[in-house]
């Protein structure tokens, strides 16, 4: 542990001018801008996406990156939880004061920024499961957990990101947690591509482009997105069955982040994160 959280410092102390001057460039006027990103590295906590929204909720508005080396009560979109040893996985939170004209598709910019970064890291193609999950051959390498939180006038969003790193073992992929691809297949790490990398790397390779792509979200919106979302679009063109029986063809993303779905009735706009996809013809039920 003592290893893992001097990589973990380390890296942080490497991400931290360049997140900065991203951030001071973009928000000058913010609170807390006088004082910058500040960037924590914490040996273990409950989650950083709970802390981070506990401290937005109490108004504390000031941009943070919390990494955690350990989380304890880690959480997935949808009440599923999110567990790893520590070094398995990076887990980190972004949280900052945010003001888009609109949040549509702030989740799924967060899943192209990853999908990049990590194709860059791991020199392959990285995917997106609409809306957020990131996949490697199928399998999943990386979830994202939006959350924003009010205090007075101000709304912080909190970015959430948990990529596995080293080799999940099976008592733990076989958990309805973090891991999810296609039902039934295993989760990928960034270990399988790049053994020599570790959570500090990743970290790296992901925490400032992830500042930028949200900064630019915040500009632009999901709009300047959608082509980038396409390059990954694993459902694109691919045959899907929705949670409701619907059957059809994946036709990507609008510019509000809602999935096109072209089915028997005409094209289908699905907005809600709660729908689940699934590739016709995948048997059983999501193991990981
Ligand atoms: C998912 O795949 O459902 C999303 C998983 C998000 C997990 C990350 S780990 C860091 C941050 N803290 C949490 O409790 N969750 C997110």
Do not use: Y
Not at 179 to 207: F, I, K, N, R, S
């Amino acid at each position: 542990m003592d290893a893992l959280l001097a990589r973990l410092n380390t890296a942080a102390e490497t991400v931290w001018p360049s997140m900065n001057a991203a951030l001071m460039g973009a928000h000058p006027t913010d609170p807390g801008a006088s004082a910058g990103l500040t960037v924590e590295v914490l040996p273990q906590m409950d989650s950083t996406n709970s802390e981070l929204m506990r401290r937005a909720r109490a108004g504390q508005a000031e941009p943070v990156l919390l990494v955690a080396a350990d989380q304890t009560a880690g959480r997935g979109r949808m009440g599923k939880t999110w567990l790893s040893q520590p070094g398995d996985s990076l887990t980190f939170s972004l949280g900052l004061p945010l003001q888009p004209q609109d949040w549509a598709g702030l989740s799924l910019a967060v899943g192209v920024s990853l999908a990049e970064s990590l194709g860059h890291l791991l020199k392959r193609p990285v995917e997106l499961k609409w809306p957020n999950d990131v996949w490697l051959d199928g399998r999943k390498l990386a979830g994202v957990l939006v959350e924003t939180a009010h205090h007075a006038t101000a709304r912080t969003v909190v970015v959430g990101v948990g990529i596995n790193v080293a080799h999940v073992p099976r008592q733990w992929s076989a958990t309805p947690l973090a891991a999810g691809g296609w039902p039934g297949v295993e989760p990928t790490c960034v270990a399988d591509h790049q053994p020599q990398a570790d959570a500090a790397d990743v970290l790296q390779a992901v925490a400032p482009a992830l500042l930028r792509d949200v900064l630019a979200f915040e500009a632009l919106g999901f709009a300047a997105f959608v082509a980038r979302f396409a390059t990954h679009d694993v459902l694109l063109g691919r045959p899907l069955r929705l949670s409701d029986g619907t059957e059809g063809e994946g036709r990507g993303v609008d510019p509000t982040g809602a999935l096109l779905v072209m089915t028997p009735q005409g094209l289908r706009t699905v907005h809600s994160a709660e729908v689940s996809v699934r590739p016709v013809g995948a048997a059983g039920s999501q193991a990981c």
